[in-house]
């Protein structure tokens, strides 16, 4: 089946410091992925998305690269502010499914 | 900009209560979701409708879960009796195609 792998956390970092979490994944079709951001006592909120392979999602300076050579989806930031705090979780949804399947989450630390 | 709604934010209740929790899906949209994390489990799917349509409810404890979309602007979901080990938050999503968007949750401790 399906799964998505997503590093451990918490990761620590001062802020604008550069950020790299790491997502792979495992589908049987060509998966839509995406990195969804879930901020202390609130719900999910879509950071990006890509739909196909080498397409990049960004937003809010958050960047990620569909790679299917390496089944990888990496969200990257290149400056880190203390208001990124929050934990950050990997999906993937398999061609004509819209259920998603989740990482783990990754708790993100920064300090002033 | 369209949110999903879920009420209530907050809920406290004894062992034993029936908890409903109510979800309004983002106009337009054709797909629900219903989510429970903890910290032990992480997020779980429970359940998911489209087009008011149950399509998979196995995530759920069917003894005393159930969910249902009485109409297209509301999704329930009900526990009958709550336990303790029920206390979590659930999320609820609405999608079209395969992007979802969730509400703010609803926090319940059963005590």
């Known amino acids: 089946g399906d799964s998505v792998t997503q590093m451990e956390g918490p990761v620590t970092l001062s802020e604008e410091a550069f950020l790299t979490i790491n997502c792979t994944y495992t589908a049987t079709g060509y998966p839509s992925l995406f990195w969804y951001v879930q901020y202390p006592g609130e719900g999910l909120q879509l950071l990006l998305k890509a739909t196909k392979a080498d397409d990049k999602g960004s937003n809010k300076g958050f960047e990620a690269t569909y790679r299917k050579e390496t089944t990888s989806f990496h969200l990257e930031k290149g400056s880190v502010q203390v208001s990124d705090s929050a934990v950050y979780f990997c999906?993937?949804?398999?061609?004509?499914?819209?259920?998603?399947?989740f990482g783990k989450g990754t708790m993100l630390l920064v300090s002033p | 900009d369209a949110r999903v709604t879920q009420t209530p934010r907050h809920k406290v209740t004894e062992m034993g209560q029936e908890v409903t929790m109510r979800c309004q899906p983002i106009?337009?949209?054709?797909?629900v979701f219903w989510y429970r994390q903890t910290m032990m489990q992480g997020l779980e799917l429970l359940a998911y409708f489209r087009n008011r349509a149950p399509l998979d409810d196995s995530g759920m404890p069917k003894d005393r879960f159930s969910a249902e979309m009485p109409d297209a602007t509301l999704a329930t979901l009900k526990i009958q009796p709550s336990e303790p080990r029920d206390s979590a938050v659930y999320f609820c999503?609405?999608?079209?195609?395969?992007?979802?968007?969730f509400g703010p949750g609803t926090r319940l401790l059963v005590l």
């Open positions: 999906a993937l949804s398999d061609q004509g499914y819209s259920t998603l399947t």
């Open positions: 999503a609405s999608g079209l195609l395969e992007t979802q968007y």
């Open positions: 106009l337009g949209h054709n797909t």
